[in-house]
């Protein structure tokens, strides 16, 4: 058992510490993710197999939420955008979460080819066609505080909540 700390590195070195890994281990099997504090401290626990796989590195999925922006007010229905990939295999799917409860599913697979110009190590197929978009109506919760999210779903089969981010829900009018 392998046990990362993902949130002890600055976020723009994370991918390359995948890549490292891979360098040693071989692919990286699917991780179980464990979230402290809606995913501000994230462990990834890798049951690594007794014998050295061979091919591409496959890393832990990379994502990030452009807009809302974290600790905005919204309204209960609004948008939603960003971007995730996983290498060596590229993802599925892209769930939106509100309070760690699926709540949507994105529009993944737009073209942003800046991603992969800044994650130059990464080697997801499906670049440049990672960014995604979403329309979120939260309904009838209610106003006030709630953690935004995402789960991530790879082509593998490996499915990994991202870190929370918190929002302000406010009545319309």
């Known amino acids: 058992l392998l046990v990362v700390g993902a949130s002890e590195l600055r976020y723009r070195d994370l991918l390359r510490h995948y890549h490292d890994l891979c360098a040693?281990?071989?692919p990286l099997p699917a991780p179980k993710v464990v979230g402290i504090d809606h995913g501000r401290q994230r462990f990834l626990l890798f049951d690594l197999p007794a014998k050295r796989?061979?091919?591409d590195c496959v890393?832990?999925?990379m994502a990030y939420i452009d807009t809302p922006k974290s600790g905005v007010r919204v309204?209960?229905?609004f948008e939603v955008a960003g971007w995730a990939f996983k290498d060596g295999v590229g993802l599925a799917r892209v769930e939106i979460t509100l309070d760690g409860r699926v709540i949507g599913v994105a529009d993944y697979g737009q073209a942003d080819p800046g991603i992969k110009a800044f994650w130059r190590v990464s080697n997801d197929p499906q670049h440049p066609y990672v960014a995604w978009t979403a329309r979120?109506?939260?309904g009838a919760v209610s106003p006030g505080l709630h953690w935004l999210g995402l789960r991530l779903t790879g082509n593998d089969g490996s499915v990994e909540d991202w870190p929370e981010q918190p929002l302000r829900i406010v009545d319309q009018g």
Do not use: E, M, N, Y
């Open 59 to 61: 890393a832990p999925a």
């Open 75 to 77: 309204q209960r229905d």
């Open 24 to 26: 040693q281990l071989g």
């Open 136 to 138: 979120v109506r939260a």
């Open 53 to 55: 796989a061979q091919g």
